[in-house]
């Protein structure tokens, strides 16, 4: 059923349902169990992944937050200037894309940074034509400091990417196995969905991606597609689309494990 959910959702060719993708990653993700920046062995089993991602043939882009270290909607919160604090958080999601460049290089796969705001001693301006050709090169582009606008977040920056680049879907890596019916951390009972759509998703305000990243995804016919990181080997499976996690798309089904 999953096989021919994607299917329904996105042409498949060549034997993958996929041929390019989009993996948001969030800031706290490379964290690891610690309580503040970045635990090298988590980078560099993502990085492995991302590698087994490209020489399975299929082409993928990275859009990586901050919040593992600076938040800036917290940082607003406490009487920070909006605006500053985002900056600021954009240049965290700069740290962590070099970073998984680094990690992503040391297990052998050619890799580029993106920034949305320039810094040319250390990354590439975006520029959407030389991201496709770098992907079309077979290797991996990781886009940083977000959309280079403040009030944006990284999900709204991850759905914009994905269709400037014609990614087919985004691979949302999160610290659960998909979207539930109910929180499943206090409801041992809670249903994983199998497939949601847009619509569902924004009136029930599931939180998988903020409003814009949702309502930019639906525009498009973009599918989101909702797993756990911390299972080796689901970011190979969600890229090579098996069934792993929750995918959200199209307008009718509602569908539970």
């Avoid at 992944?49 to 993928?60: F, H, M, T």
């Avoid at 610290?175 to 759509?197: F, R």
């Avoid at 949702?214 to 498009?220: F, G, M, P, S, T």
Wanted: hydrophobic fraction near 40%.
């Amino acid at each position: 059923m999953w096989r021919q959910l994607t299917e329904d959702i996105t042409c498949g060719s060549k034997g993958m349902t996929y041929q390019r993708v989009l993996l948001k990653l969030s800031g706290e993700a490379l964290m690891g169990d610690q309580g503040y920046g970045i635990d090298p062995r988590v980078v560099a089993d993502i990085a492995q992944e991302v590698s087994e991602v490209v020489e399975s043939g299929i082409q993928i882009a990275i859009v990586v937050g901050g919040g593992n270290i600076f938040r800036g909607m917290k940082a607003a919160s406490a009487g920070m200037d909006r605006a500053t604090a985002d900056y600021i958080g954009m240049i965290a999601t700069v740290m962590n894309a070099l970073t998984l460049q680094d990690a992503i290089e040391n297990v052998g796969v050619p890799t580029r940074v993106q920034s949305a705001i320039a810094m040319q001693q250390v990354a590439e301006p975006y520029i959407r034509r030389r991201a496709i050709r770098h992907l079309e090169k077979k290797r991996v582009v990781v886009f940083g400091a977000g959309s280079g606008n403040p009030f944006f977040t990284t999900d709204t920056t991850a759905a914009l990417r994905a269709a400037e680049i014609e990614a087919e879907i985004i691979l949302k890596a999160t610290q659960v196995d998909g979207i539930y019916d109910s929180d499943p951390h206090h409801y041992p009972q809670a249903q994983l969905y199998q497939h949601l759509s847009y619509g569902h998703v924004i009136t029930h305000d599931l939180r998988v991606m903020d409003g814009t990243a949702i309502a930019l995804c639906k525009e498009n016919n973009l599918p989101i597609v909702v797993f756990n990181l911390s299972v080796r080997g689901n970011i190979v499976r969600a890229a090579k689309g098996e069934p792993v996690g929750t995918i959200v798309g199209g307008n009718n089904e509602i569908i539970r494990s």
